[in-house]
């Protein structure tokens, strides 16, 4: 991704995933220019199609565009950060996201968003007024 998209996407999603809300200053790895709807399904490089992600919920989103929701068991589609509002989808509380809906359950889970280290990393942000 060249330099202009990528620093687009970034100033757009305000510095943070656009699925967990993690800064990117608080990773020493490099946020990723995500494919919402992977090249794989549709070649499509439009800023539509674009999220700024952390390399943890790129990596474990992959290719999906569906998940199965953790309480109906019913397949549910992936949150889209250009179609979809983060806060109707999602609450943090006590640094754990939570899914507010199937599709934010279900990005919950696959993204993995509370692992261990994560969750750490929150509270740490949120305790210090960054998160």
Request: hydrophobic share 50%.
């Given at each position: 991704m060249?330099?202009?998209?990528?620093?687009?996407v970034r100033q757009r999603a305000g510095g943070r995933c656009e699925y967990c809300h993690l800064p990117d200053f608080a990773v020493d790895l490099t946020?990723?220019?995500?494919?919402?709807?992977?090249s794989v399904h549709r070649v499509d490089d439009s800023l539509a199609n674009l999220a700024w992600s952390c390399p943890r919920c790129n990596l474990r989103k992959g290719i999906c565009l569906s998940t199965i929701d953790s309480q109906t068991e019913q397949?549910?589609?992936l949150f889209h950060p250009r179609t979809m509002t983060w806060h109707e989808h999602f609450a943090v509380q006590d640094g754990?996201?939570?899914g507010l809906t199937p599709c934010g359950r279900g990005t919950v889970r696959l993204l993995d968003?509370?692992?261990?280290?994560r969750l750490l990393l929150r509270r740490e942000l949120i305790d210090q007024g960054e998160y």
């Open positions: 060249d330099a202009v998209t990528r620093n687009l946020f990723h220019v995500e494919h919402i709807v992977a397949q549910v589609n754990f996201i939570v968003m509370n692992c261990e280290h």
